[in-house]
């Protein structure tokens, strides 16, 4: 069975065996919204209908009449909150709930090693017969953030996210008890009297449910970001909430902060194949926008998407995480957007894989090089490029003139982009158009043309994993924000693709090609223009095989 850990924050934050855990209940506010509880369950139970295992994580509390923070207080009203959620549950048809204050203890040794990823923890489940037994029984865990310490047995408070992070630790297989599994389990399993859940129960998905909702991006204008490649993002994006958060008017990012560290540090010990989605709970509950004005006068808008199911049954993000920003935001709606429901603020994230950017462009930003310029090649010894040559020749289908190849982007590149294991890449050259020579003065290099040679993904990686918006977004955002163009054969399926993701496109008068590009404003350039047609108009191809096919 797949599991998903729901983390529910502040009112509620759930945690789903199979994909998710949401960790925080108090601070969504549920003692004031019974409709927003109702919702949430009601999701939930649409997940376990569809053969999800649930694990949930209660967010500890304070009672919003008080000042002063009251421990004793706050768990209490942390434990009235569970146990609404669980009597929620048990009202539904396919929810059985069981609630958990036992669970988790905290240790006292001072001397736990030090780990890339977080293998062990202070906050650990020692009492996993009870977790076992209540996933083998069928029932949702409702896990309060509450543990025992191990020299005194005392009962405090924890942070929401160790108990978390104890139980992903725990169904992951990896620091269980700092010696294992506890004798009197161990013994059970190996008789076959229990079943182990970190065998039966596989982890896939965390899903944190937060009022404050995705991660904010500054590219998305008071947006958040829609995907997360935590090998190649987690550290840019957290200095820039850190930054965030030193300028007031930017708001308090410090749960922000919380959140990315928790999927990150989550998603580090499951396998790649795992995700994480975050949102707010009154999209995670499906609820209906309330009428305005606009709606009493007859026009309706769709119900959003509910980003739990969607997330579910796609393992996506609610959209592309390589769409235009204007487009994602709602500023360049066609009249078909415009029917659309608006979209949930939610972020999608996944371990991913790491990006290789030749040249960097945190180092040295890609500009038209000037004339004698040392310029990157295909012989560069950060490339491989049998693999490099594989990429493109399994993306294509067809074969690459490797000499004529070389020799036609020789001295052209302007860099060179690869996803993971080569799993995807793009190669980007400064087009010169026919009749100018770079003679090296300003006005010849202010010609030269960003162009989009070679975009290939792994056959095997099409459609899924999100390489190609992996690859298309550092294009576009971190080696030529200020646009790009590329051309495609008219009856190429994957021109769709291409056409949501630019700003423009243009049928090449007499060829079979359509110029595609991301350039703001391309259409008032007119020396720009013609630039641009012209050179996706006489890029010579470089195929083998010499047939008239997609390029």
């Avoid at 146990?83 to 539904?92: D, G, I, M, Y």
């Avoid at 076992?132 to 029984?137: D, I, S, V």
């Avoid at 169904?171 to 010696?179: C, E, K, S, Y």
């Avoid at 309330?290 to 959003?304: I, K, L, S």
């Amino acid at each position: 069975m797949q599991n998903r850990i729901y983390r529910v924050s502040r009112p509620l934050r759930k945690v789903w065996e199979v994909e998710a855990v949401p960790r925080q209940a108090s601070s969504l506010g549920l003692t004031n919204h019974e409709f927003l509880l109702n919702g949430l369950v009601r999701t939930f139970s649409q997940l376990v209908r569809l053969g999800l295992g649930c694990i949930i994580v209660v967010e500890a509390g304070q009672h919003d009449g008080l000042q002063t923070f009251d421990p004793k207080l706050s768990r209490e009203v942390c434990y009235r909150q569970a146990q609404r959620l669980v009597s929620a549950l048990e009202k539904l048809e396919y929810a059985r709930a069981r609630r958990l204050d036992e669970l988790l203890d905290i240790s006292t040794d001072t001397a736990l090693p030090t780990a890339t990823v977080s293998v062990r923890g202070e906050v650990e489940v020692r009492h996993s017969k009870i977790l076992a037994r209540t996933m083998q029984n069928g029932l949702i865990p409702v896990i309060t953030p509450v543990a025992y310490t191990e020299d005194s047995q005392r009962l405090v408070d924890i942070d929401t996210n160790e108990a978390v992070m104890a139980i992903v630790r725990y169904l992951a297989g990896v620091g269980r008890g700092r010696g294992g599994i506890e004798n009197e389990v161990r013994a059970q399993l190996s008789a076959g009297k229990i079943e182990d859940p970190t065998a039966r129960h596989i982890l896939d998905r965390i899903i944190v449910i937060d009022p404050d909702g995705a991660i904010p991006s500054a590219a998305r204008s008071g947006g958040g970001h829609v995907f997360l490649n935590m090998e190649q993002e987690y550290q840019q994006v957290r200095s820039e909430l850190l930054q965030q958060r030193e300028v007031s008017h930017q708001g308090d990012t410090t749960q922000h902060i919380r959140n990315l560290d928790l999927l990150h540090n989550a998603l580090a010990l499951l396998p790649p194949s795992a995700s994480a989605l975050l949102t707010k709970p009154s999209q995670a509950a499906s609820l209906r926008r309330q009428e305005t004005d606009t709606e009493a006068f007859g026009v309706q808008t769709r119900r959003p998407k509910n980003p739990l199911i969607f997330n579910l049954l796609t393992d996506k993000p609610l959209i592309s995480s390589s769409l235009p920003s204007a487009r994602m935001n709602g500023t360049n709606k066609t009249a078909l957007d415009s029917q659309q429901s608006p979209l949930p603020q939610a972020t999608f994230a996944k371990r991913g894989m790491p990006v290789t950017i030749l040249p960097d462009p945190r180092v040295k930003t890609w500009k038209a090089p000037r004339k004698g310029e040392n310029r990157i090649s295909l012989g560069d010894p950060h490339l491989d490029f049998p693999r490099l040559l594989h990429l493109i020749e399994d993306s294509f289908n067809r074969p690459l003139d490797v000499a004529h190849y070389v020799e036609r982007i020789r001295d052209k590149i302007a860099g060179i982009i690869v996803a993971g294991e080569y799993e995807g890449g793009a190669i980007l050259t400064w087009e010169m158009p026919p009749g100018v020579t770079d003679d090296g003065t300003e006005s010849t290099r202010q010609r030269m043309v960003p162009y989009l040679d070679k975009f290939a993904v792994l056959k095997r990686s099409q459609g899924s994993g999100g390489v190609a918006d992996i690859v298309f977004s550092a294009m576009v955002r971190n080696c030529f924000p200020d646009g790009v163009c590329w051309r495609s054969r008219r009856d190429n399926p994957v021109n769709k693709w291409y056409f949501e993701r630019s700003v423009g496109t243009w049928k090449i008068r007499e060829s079979d090609w359509t110029m595609f590009w991301t350039t703001p404003a391309l259409q008032w350039d007119s020396q720009r223009w013609r630039d641009y047609e012209s050179a996706c108009r006489t890029v010579t191809p470089s195929w083998a095989d010499n047939k008239q096919q997609l390029d």
